[in-house]
Every structure is written in structure tokens, then in C-alpha cells.
């Protein structure tokens, strides 16, 4: 089994940043993706960005220009910069891995807990 570890949410105004961190522990051999979804109050949990082991990103239409997503391999931590935050980013933030735990072994995926990001106008 996996874990994900979230931290980095918060309140802040309109205009600012706030930056994600997610940390993966447990059985991992290989981190295939890993990525950044979010939930608001009454809707549907979406892609925010993913990125793969071997740094291709993708992000939400919503997102692109405003945040970043990186990664450390070496330490499986991913990270969302999220620079001009809008009133419509506040969700509660999950981080999601991809990962394998053996060399023949099957695909798993992972959420953590969720962190809450506020964004006051």
C-alpha cells in the first residue's frame, strides 16, 4: 500500500499563490503518474495536472498559465505552484498516484486525504 501525504493548502486572497506539496511513501517501485484533482462543493472531482515519470505534464484549460506542476523522482513528491488563485480555484485539493509496487505486477492508484485551498475575493 501506498500513501499520500498532502500539504501546502490554505486561505488566501485572489492574486495569490499557494503551493502544493504531495509525498509518496510505501511500496513503490515505479511512480507512473502522478497528479493534482479537485472537488468543489457540489460538483464533480476534475483534473487539475498530471505529470509522468518522464516529465510530460497536462492541465485542466482552467489552469493552464497559472499553474505548475513538477515533480522530485527521487524523493516521489509532486508539486502545484498556483500563482493568480481565483475565487472559482477553491476546492479541496487530492493528490493521485499511478504506481507499481513490483516488476510484474499490476498498475495501483492512490488518493491522499485532501487539502483545502480558499481563495477569497
Known amino acids: 500500500q501506498v500513501q499520500l501525504v498532502e500539504s501546502g493548502g490554505g486561505l488566501v486572497q485572489a492574486g495569490g499563490s499557494l503551493r502544493l506539496s504531495c509525498a509518496a511513501s510505501?511500496?513503490?517501485?515505479?511512480?507512473?503518474?502522478m497528479g493534482w484533482y479537485r472537488q468543489a462543493p457540489g460538483k464533480q472531482r476534475e483534473l487539475v495536472a498530471v505529470i509522468t515519470s518522464a516529465d510530460s505534464t497536462n492541465y485542466a484549460d482552467s489552469v493552464k498559465g497559472r499553474f505548475t506542476i513538477s515533480n522530485d523522482n527521487a524523493k516521489n513528491t509532486v508539486y502545484l505552484q498556483m500563482n493568480s488563485l481565483k475565487p472559482e480555484d477553491t476546492a479541496v485539493y487530492y493528490c493521485?498516484?499511478?504506481?507499481?509496487?513490483?516488476?510484474?505486477?499490476?498498475?495501483?492508484?492512490?488518493w491522499g486525504q485532501g487539502t483545502q485551498v480558499t481563495v477569497s475575493s
Open positions: 510505501g511500496s513503490i517501485l515505479r511512480i507512473n503518474v
Open positions: 493521485n498516484a499511478n504506481y507499481r509496487s513490483s516488476r510484474d505486477g499490476p498498475d495501483f492508484r492512490s
